[in-house]
């Protein structure tokens, strides 16, 4: 673990991991494979990290793109397979959007690893990312979108669209700032948070979780667009 980081900040964070996986399991409507993957995924990144097998940051192949790998495979895999797609249409919409909220405190740890020197400036909303924003909006579009029903299909495509966009960015940004052959920026205080437990989960759990939540949204509303447009036509 990060040596002089106040408790408070990985005790934030675990929870935060923990109710990202729990509203993906609402999402899945309660499915027990879900839940038992994630964890067991969960339970090997911790292992891997305490072991200190990513702080071997002059390892050649870089080391920590095994964070993200097997999950950008496994989204692969749901997109390309037809029961992948199908799992994909089934998740709940509402709770996707709702979930989303997690990035508020994602942001606030972020902030404070920056404090503690364990980030990059341009990792928090005072730098390079504002996704803070997607989280602070999240409460408000589940209010107007699934209980007031008051936004549109379209203005919920758009809403994904823009946070899947300050998602890609706060991810690039990250990626170029860990230490390792191929770092790009941030040499003077580079991203070594996600090296250690429990930051790890941040690029292999609560990314791939908010990533597959765009990815699924995204593919729901389209249909519901393109189905609307089927619709006007036949009658």
Known sequence: MLH????????????TTLATVWLFYRASRQSILVLVVL????????????????????AMPPRFP???????LVLIGLLRTAGGRRFLDSLRLDQLT????VRIPVELVLFWLFVAGAVPKEMT???RNVDIVSG??????????????????RGLLIWNLICLGLLVNIVLTAAMAVPSPVQQIAFSQPNIAILYFPFVWLPSVVVPIVLVAHVSSLRQLRRKASEKQTDLFTH
């Open 39 to 58: 964890l067991a995924w969960m339970a090997l990144q911790a292992g891997l990290s305490l072991a200190g097998f990513y702080r071997q940051t002059d």
């Open 125 to 127: 909303f005072e730098g």
């Open 66 to 72: 095994a964070l993200v790998i097997p999950p950008l």
């Open 136 to 153: 602070l909006t999240a409460p408000v579009v589940y209010y107007l979108a699934f209980v007031r029903k008051r936004l549109s299909g």
């Open 4 to 15: 002089q980081l106040p408790l408070y900040v990985s005790l934030v964070f675990g929870a």
């Open 98 to 101: 709702l979930l989303h909220t």
